[in-house]
Antibody
Framework: QVTLRESGPALVKPTQTLTLTCTFSGFSLSTSGMCVSWIRQPPGKALEWLALIDWDDDKYYSTSLKTRLTISKDTSKNQVVLTMTNMDPVDTATYYC??????????????WGQGTLVTVSS | SSELTQDPAVSVALGQTVRITCQGDSLRSYYASWYQQKPGQAPVLVIY???NRPSGIPDRFSGSSSGNTASLTITGAQAEDEADYYCNSRDSSGNHRVVFGGGTKLTVL
């Protein structure tokens, strides 16, 4: 059974750096084809993809947020970490991590973690 | 373009068939995947690729694609299908960047 769980602070102040950890089980990020993504959802709004890291340590970022994001993995701990710098109230959202799989012409997320709500406020 | 467009809201009578669409230039090159999200819950994958259903997803859910439009069809909608539905695809850059649609709120009447 594949599971993922997000952890990190529930509240951060504007301009601070957010660090979130995704701890997963049931698969290995050293297996060819395996990836993990971070996705967020502001309250009442749509999903927004943030970043992806693959088994080969290749990293991909949202074009609009790439200057603020860093994704990394610790294969031995089954963890993926996302940092986002210079947090702003508009970054208030539920942050999800999800196992990411892909074929030649498709990318999908399955399963997702339960999400963690991060509020940005002074 | 890296955007996917969905109708904000769609309704269907109980037991009837409904199609939820997703439009975008990237869909000319890539398949969509679809997610169901109920209030307070994480999204759940219901369709991926050409028309693949994960284990445990009822066969009333199906997917199709034509040109720049992907569709999720629910044949015989049930009350428990009332939820938000999101599509995603790889973006047009050809690498692993991903884009989501804005979501469709499905109401089952």
């Amino acid at each position: 059974q594949v599971t993922l769980r997000e952890s990190g602070p529930a509240l951060v102040k504007p301009t601070q750096t957010l660090t979130l950890t995704c701890t997963f089980s049931g698969f290995s990020l050293s297996t060819s084809g395996m990836c993990v993504s971070w996705i967020r959802q502001p309250p009442g709004k749509a999903l927004e993809w943030l970043a992806l890291i693959d088994w080969d340590d290749d990293k991909y970022y949202s074009t609009s947020l790439k200057t603020r994001l860093t994704i990394s993995k610790d294969t031995s701990k089954n963890q993926v970490v996302l940092t986002m710098t210079n947090m702003d109230p508009v970054d208030t959202a539920t942050y999800y991590c999800a196992r990411t799989l892909y074929g030649d012409y498709v990318t999908w997320f399955d399963p997702w973690g339960q999400g963690t709500l991060v509020t940005v406020s002074s | 373009s890296s955007e996917l467009t969905q109708d904000p809201a769609v309704s269907v009578a109980l037991g009837q068939t409904v199609r939820i669409t997703c439009q975008g230039d990237s869909l000319r090159s890539y398949y969509a995947s679809w997610y169901q999200q109920k209030p307070g819950q994480a999204p759940v994958l219901v369709i991926y690729g050409k028309n693949n259903r994960p284990s445990g997803i009822p066969d009333r859910f199906s997917g199709s694609s034509s040109g720049n439009t992907a569709s999720l069809t629910i044949t015989g909608a049930q009350a428990e299908d009332e939820a938000d539905y999101y599509c995603n695809s790889r973006d047009s850059s050809g690498n692993h960047r991903v884009v989501f649609g804005g979501g469709t709120k499905l109401t089952v009447l």
